[in-house]
């Protein structure tokens, strides 16, 4: 089976906040997905963390790569281009971009050989998965509102990131939130802060850091991401072996390449690669490898989409430490554009799906309604 063309489709009209000081609006494209045509009857489907033009760009870069190459080899053919792409956009667009072929060709192996990628991954250590519902922060009273909300819908799990928290030179404020939280949610819950270090021009320094990473135990908090810039890997190492609570961070990494230096000074317990963005499952689960063989473990980053959403299903499966995934609340990119959403058990976790391949169908309505029409799905 070779590939005969890519499809790409940027999704519009309903983009989530990010809590980025530059904030995103309903209509800008940060979310591509990537339909692989193959010369037989089987498509398989990636998602970009970039946009359309980004992607579109980086596709026309990799086209003669790929193109009439074997579809159902994932590893070899992601890595052939990244191989070929030192010179051009390494680390960014095009590796971005691979992260979609990557991740639609493991589908493929996956539809072509009846079986869920995170078996081809090399086995399901688990058949379902906790999700924690993530939401940016906002002022105590709203924020507890909507948190209650969602945890009536079945969420056990619960990470709340950016807005005013440390932002606003206040510890104060930071810890009425966090307090606030955990008195809606109750103690049973799983609670993660996110502070969002990959903002721009991040101001807080490694004793704020330190210091709110004290408070936070207060608060039961599982881990504390992203509290310093994502550059500051000395801070990082130094942060982790003396605050209290797990740090975590590594959603704005790309490449196996840039995490292992991280990974192997122990700049993180929990490294949080984003699957649309790092290079796509053979590179993801090359991370989470290494971070798992010095001491720390992976948790997906998961503010993207459905597609996104569904690899890091296969790749929890595949992980013996990866048993928490990011879910972005409210999101239609992660809730409609999948024939059938997602449904929580009664124990407030997802079935990892067992059907061939990444284990969801897109739905046609809701791809057209959110890519401005287009061809993903033409055939
Ligand atoms: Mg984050």
């Given amino acids: 089976m070779k590939i005969r063309e890519t499809r790409v489709a940027g999704l519009r009209g309903a983009t989530p906040e990010g809590g980025w000081s530059n904030e995103l609006k309903p209509d800008d494209i940060v979310h591509t997905l990537v339909a692989v045509y193959t010369d037989e009857d089987l498509v398989g489907y990636g998602s970009v963390f970039t946009s359309e033009d980004l992607v579109r760009a980086a596709l026309k870069v990799l086209e003669p790569l790929y193109t009439g190459e074997n579809a159902l080899e994932p590893e070899r053919v992601s890595e052939k281009l990244h191989q070929n792409t030192f010179w051009q956009g390494r680390g960014g667009a095009i590796t971005h971009a691979i992260s979609g ?7 493929l192996l996956g539809k072509a050989t009846g079986q869920p990628v ?37 969420f056990r799990a619960f990470k709340i990131g950016w807005g005013p928290f440390g932002r606003r030179g206040s510890d104060k404020l930071d810890e009425a939130i966090v307090k606030t939280t955990r008195e809606a ?9 996110d502070a969002g270090g990959s903002d721009a021009f991040w101001s807080q320094d490694y004793k704020w850091a330190l210091r709110t990473s004290y408070m936070l135990t207060h608060y039961g908090v599982a881990w504390f991401e992203e509290p ?7 801070d990082h190492v130094a942060l982790r072996r003396n605050a209290p609570v797990p740090i975590s961070g590594g959603e704005v990494f790309t490449r196996r390449q840039s995490f292992e230096p991280y990974l192997k000074a122990g700049a993180f317990d929990v490294v949080q690669p984003d699957v649309t963005k790092v290079g796509g499952i053979s590179e993801e689960r090359r991370i989470a490898w290494t971070a798992e063989e010095n001491g720390a473990r992976m ?32 999101s239609p990119y992660i809730d409609e554009i ?9 124990d407030g976790m997802l079935p990892i799906p067992e059907e061939p391949g990444l284990g969801i169908e897109l739905d046609p309505d809701a791809v057209t309604r959110y890519s401005g029409g287009g061809n993903l799905l033409d055939g």
């Avoid at 072929?101 to 589908?107: E, F, G, Q, R, V």
């Avoid at 990866?322 to 972005?328: A, F, P, Q």
Wanted: glycine residues 10%; charged residues 25%.
């Fill in 101 to 107: 072929i990557d991740i639609a060709l493991w589908d």
């Fill in 118 to 154: 995170g078996r081809l991954l090399g086995g399901r250590y688990r058949e379902r998965v906790l999700p924690y519902a993530s939401l940016l922060m906002d002022e105590p009273g709203p924020l507890s509102e909507h948190l209650i909300s969602l945890k009536e819908q079945g």
């Fill in 185 to 193: 949610l109750g103690d049973e819950v799983l609670l993660a802060v």
């Fill in 228 to 234: 310093l810039d994502p550059d500051a890997m000395e």
């Fill in 299 to 330: 948790i997906p980053h998961g503010w993207n989409t459905v597609v996104g959403l569904a690899a890091d299903l296969q790749l929890a499966s595949a992980l013996p430490k990866t048993d928490l995934v990011e879910y972005k609340a409210g």
């Fill in 338 to 346: 999948a024939a059938g959403a997602w449904e929580l058990d009664e």
